[in-house]
């Protein structure tokens, strides 16, 4: 009997950054106990693409750049269609998910701004909020804040999946993070490394592509740096894992694994002292008593 395998959901997930203090910083959320996916998990903002987010004709002339400009900042391998949805997306999961707007005002837009600041936590957006602020409140989203980073695709045997763009998304001045309160309990700011060290801890649990993008983050050592990259990454080869069961949790195997392509079975012994620390290249994720560690092949 063939097994069956679920379809996967296009998302978009957002990569907030800032520099403080000298150091490059990203903000992650801690997902509600209650959460169907990676509970009680620290994650990047993000969420599904809605079916309004693919309107081009309704989105594009209020975005903060050209119809060309936005296919060559975010675009490659998909449809027009499909690359502002992601974007429209990233815009309105940043801000329902962490509180953060990426959006240009209008004339009034502080006191618009404070006003739905204050409904996201008080009582809820209403379905459409974001189309009623550009359309008819006359904001425009700020792609240019965004830039291409991964393409992730949720493993197999995953009882849910995405089909994620990881979008490196620009902290703007004068605004702040906050949770929803609701699917997500808790959000900190951590550089790349302190989030990966105190993930071994417990301190902070990292879902497994959060873990794979923080490590590749520590290859920056400023926001200078950072931009330069995104402004010239392509989105790359679409990255699916494979995961394992094993007789103590499970194993992901990242598609640049020695066995990825072989199926053939992994050594369980010893994984306790396989364990790597943050900076060292691995392929493998262990899942063990709640946390994802990165573990030598």
Same mark, same amino acid.
């Given at each position: 009997?063939?097994?069956?395998?679920?379809?996967?959901?296009?998302?978009?997930?957002?990569?907030?950054?800032?520099? #403080?203090?000298?150091?490059?910083?990203?903000?992650?959320?801690?997902?509600?106990?209650?959460?169907?996916?990676?509970?009680?998990?620290?994650?990047?903002? &993000?969420?599904?693409?809605?079916?309004?987010?693919?309107?081009?004709?309704?989105? /594009?002339?209020?975005?903060?750049?050209? #119809?060309?400009?936005?296919?060559?900042?975010?675009? &490659?391998?998909?449809?027009?269609?499909?690359?502002?949805?992601?974007?429209?997306?990233?815009?309105?999961?940043?801000?329902?998910?962490?509180?953060?707007?990426?959006?240009?005002?209008?004339? =009034?837009?502080?006191?618009?701004?404070?006003? /739905?600041?204050?409904?996201?936590?008080?009582?809820?957006?209403?379905?459409?909020?974001?189309? %009623?602020?550009?359309?008819?409140?006359?904001?425009?989203?700020?792609?240019?804040?965004?830039?291409?980073?991964?393409?992730?695709?949720?493993?197999?045997?995953?009882?849910?999946?995405?089909?994620?763009?990881?979008?490196?998304?620009? !902290?703007?001045?004068?605004?702040?993070? @906050?949770? +929803?309160?609701?699917?997500?309990?808790?959000?900190?700011?951590?550089?790349?490394? #302190?989030?990966?060290?105190?993930?071994?801890?417990?301190?902070?649990?990292?879902?497994?592509?959060?873990?794979?993008?923080? =490590?590749?983050?520590?290859?920056?050592? %400023?926001?200078?740096?950072?931009?330069?990259?995104?402004?010239?990454?392509?989105? &790359? +080869?679409?990255?699916?894992?494979?995961? /394992? #069961?094993?007789?103590?949790?499970? !194993?992901? @195997?990242?598609?640049?694994?020695?066995?990825? !392509?072989?199926?053939?079975?992994?050594?369980? &012994?010893?994984?306790?002292?396989?364990?790597?620390?943050?900076?060292?290249?691995?392929?493998?994720?262990?899942?063990?008593?709640?946390?994802?560690?990165?573990?030598?092949?």
């Amino acid at each position: 009997m063939s097994k069956t395998v679920i379809k996967s959901r296009p998302a978009s997930t957002v990569i907030l950054v800032r520099q #403080k203090g000298g150091e490059l910083q990203v903000y992650l959320l801690k997902r509600s106990q209650e959460s169907r996916f990676f509970p009680a998990t620290y994650v990047f903002p &993000g969420g599904g693409v809605e079916p309004e987010d693919r309107d081009m004709s309704r989105w /594009i002339p209020h975005v903060d750049m050209d #119809k060309e400009e936005i296919f060559r900042r975010l675009g &490659g391998a998909m449809s027009g269609q499909d690359t502002v949805a992601y974007g429209v997306s990233a815009v309105r999961e940043t801000f329902e998910e962490a509180g953060v707007l990426l959006c240009r005002p209008s004339d =009034h837009g502080g006191e618009v701004f404070e006003e /739905i600041r204050t409904r996201r936590i008080e009582q809820g957006l209403p379905k459409g909020w974001l189309a %009623d602020l550009v359309v008819s409140g006359g904001w425009q989203l700020e792609f240019s804040r965004l830039g291409r980073w991964a393409h992730w695709i949720t493993p197999e045997a995953m009882p849910r999946r995405y089909e994620a763009r990881f979008l490196v998304a620009f !902290m703007p001045q004068g605004q702040e993070c @906050l949770p +929803d309160f609701t699917e997500t309990t808790d959000g900190i700011w951590a550089t790349p490394e #302190k989030a990966l060290s105190e993930n071994l801890k417990g301190e902070i649990p990292l879902s497994p592509p959060t873990l794979v993008t923080l =490590h590749q983050l520590m290859g920056y050592e %400023d926001l200078d740096s950072l931009r330069r990259e995104v402004e010239t990454r392509s989105w &790359g +080869d679409a990255l699916l894992p494979r995961m /394992i #069961k094993l007789s103590r949790g499970a !194993m992901i @195997l990242e598609p640049w694994d020695p066995l990825y !392509m072989e199926h053939g079975e992994v050594n369980e &012994g010893n994984l306790e002292e396989a364990v790597l620390p943050p900076g060292e290249p691995f392929s493998r994720i262990w899942y063990y008593e709640g946390l994802w560690r990165p573990v030598r092949s």
